[in-house]
Each structure stands twice: as structure tokens, then as C-alpha cells.
């Protein structure tokens, strides 16, 4: 599980095609890194990737099949800047909101207008995900934590403070740029219980 609170910028340094599933190698760039094991979970943009090789500055990682067709790792460019996040502690401060780093499809930038000291963010996301984004709810974006400001029936609309966008991925992306979307966890949950709710 992770928070969706970035805790560093890397950026993608190879690709390996290997009989349909693609090998990954990332650079760790400001992501702590010192304790690193071989299994372990990292967000990549909001994917979940196991480690299956590291070294003290890059870690390689396996995507699947079904992780390429439904993110935007497959159509990465090498030197592309990534939002990396370690898995949580239990001990760890929850800044953000639960995230599974099961990425449930892709949307797209549309617009980014600044707004006092931030920038108000339009993304465009399928109808089938749009459903389950509520106004002040949460959702990840390419693995960062954010609160829904606005939401119809074409996308959403979120602030970045400076910050976010300093620490982030985010102050290389554009208009246009495809997006991993992430919905809130509970929002799922609570669909499955009425739908089973609604068939007994």
C-alpha cells in the first residue's frame, strides 16, 4: 500500500522486451534508497512494480501484459521523469489517502491555468472511472494524492501548490500528456457491497 505522497523524482533509463511482458530499468534520482529489498514494492507513476534487481542508484522491475495496456508505462520514452513512492511503514505518517498502485485506466491533461500562487489542473478521464470521482474525494494521479475541486461529466479539476508541482513529475508534464488514474479505494469497496446488496 502506499499514501501517494512522492517521496522522490527518477526517471526511466531502459527497456527490455521479453516475450510480450517488458523489463524496466529505473534510475532512483532523489528517492531514498539505502534500504532497498529485492521484492519489495515501489510506485512508479502510481503502478505498483516489484523489485527484481537493484544497485545502489536504479532498481529493474517486470510489467505485465495487462500492467502495459492499462497505464502509461508502455508508452514511456527513456529519460522520462518518474514519480517514485517506497510502500508504507505502519509506522509511517498518512499524508495522502489509501493507494493500491492498481491503476484502474488513463486520463489526459486538458488544461493548467494558474491560479494565485498554484495551478488549477483539468484532467480528462473515461466515463467508466468518472463515476466513482466526488467533489472534495481523493484520487491518485500517475501516484500523487489529490483532492478532487470540481467534477462533470467530461473529467475533473484539481490545485497544485507549488509545491507539489516542485516535488513532482508534474513540473515536466503538459497539456496533452496521458495520466494513470488511480480511484479512491473505498469508492470501489462501497460499489461492491451495494451491488451485492442489490442482487440478494
Sequence with gaps: MFTGIIEGVGRLAARQDLGGDVRFTFETGSLPFTDVRMGESIAVNGVCLTVVEFDTTSFQADASKETLSLTTLGALSIDAALNLE??????DRFGGHLVSGHVD???KVVSIAEDARAQRWRFFAPAALLKYVAKKGSIC???????????????FEVALIPHTVAQTRFAQTAVGDAVNLEIDLVARYVERLL???SAS
Design 86 to 91: 517506497r510502500a508504507m511503514r505502519p509506522t
Design 105 to 107: 485506466g488513463c486520463g
Design 141 to 155: 494521479v500517475d501516484g500523487v494524492s489529490l483532492t478532487v475541486n470540481a467534477v462533470d461529466s467530461e473529467g
Design 195 to 197: 451491488g451485492e446488496r
